[in-house]
């Protein structure tokens, strides 16, 4: 195997963590949205936690150190195209996002939940909202358009700014909507 | 088209192979051994997940790997390989772990509502890790197959 495929199979194996790890994240957080139990509210958010640094963080430094590599490797430049932009920008974004906004809500989420099952809270609204704020619905319900978009840039590459401008504009509504409908469609679900 | 087609194929590996990483961690999570309970909500994001992510995504890889390969106009290399190791994924997937994790789940419950722990969730869970262990090497060759494309230039690549 050459060097080139060896970053290209790294790239897709980071990416699948990555991604896999978004996912069940994502899962994670619906069963807590869903759910009416006050210990499995609580296990809803360790699990999350546990998805984020065992599954996200590796596939995270895997695909952007991989990536890294295969731009100079391929001698595209990290400036040249819009797709390439794209990616490293948004991940960069994602990254930074991830490692501090995000992980400090779902650390807040785990231990405000935690506190609550120890003391053998009914799980209510008020319990809901003080774990997991708005803020915190933004920067997870964020992760997967964002991602997608990633995706869209790796494969499809668009040659204009226009096409990756409107991809990131299509993620943020997505975003918005899941925001609004995500935990009302899951509470539902659960009752 | 086909760039589209190749979009879906990728994230139909995230969808399907993410999420068995998924189960793997869920499943290997601390604690997970402590309460019935704890592992009742580890199986239950495992059940989510398959409905929603792993059965989703296999069903995508499996209709984007069709389309590319009768929308491609030159021949893929290495298709034969890839595709014995689809239908060894498939036939693993579909026959033994989902309905052994279904099985997994049903004890599991019991086990949470009070019932007495008999030796067959450690045999369903050994079961269970052996298959998925086997799944999850498959998915790497898989991917390996169809990253080295022998003879091809990178910028095709």
Known sequence: MDYYTLLKFGHIIGFTLLGGGLLAVWVSEFQGYRTDDMKEFAESSRYTAIFYDFLVIPGALTVGTTGFFLVRELGLGFFEEPWIVGMWGLFLFEFVEG????????????????????????????????????????????????????????????????????????????????????????????Q | MLKFIKALHVIGVGLFFGSILGHAVAGLAPGIHDSPHTRLVARQIIDVATYYLTLPGLALLLLTGVALVVKRERPIRNLAPHLFIAVLILVNAIFILYPTGQDVLGVTRDLAAGAQSDGVLQALEGREAMFGAINILLCLLAILVGVIKPGSEKEQS
């Not at chain 1, 003391?119 to 991602?147: C, W, Y």
């Not at chain 1, 700014?161 to 993620?171: F, G, P, Y």
């Open chain 1, 99 to 190: 490692n501090t906004i995000t992980r400090i809500q779902f650390r807040k989420t785990m231990r405000r939940s935690q506190r609550a099952s120890e003391k053998g809270n009914v799980l209510t609204e008020e319990i809901r909202d003080d774990a997991r704020s708005l803020i915190n619905q933004i920067v997870h319900f964020l992760d997967i358009p964002m991602t997608t978009v990633i995706i869209y840039c790796g494969t499809v590459r668009p040659d204009s700014w226009a096409h990756v401008l409107t991809a990131i504009t299509i993620a943020l509504c997505v975003t918005a909507l899941l925001v609004i409908f995500a935990p009302r469609l899951a509470r539902r679900g659960g």
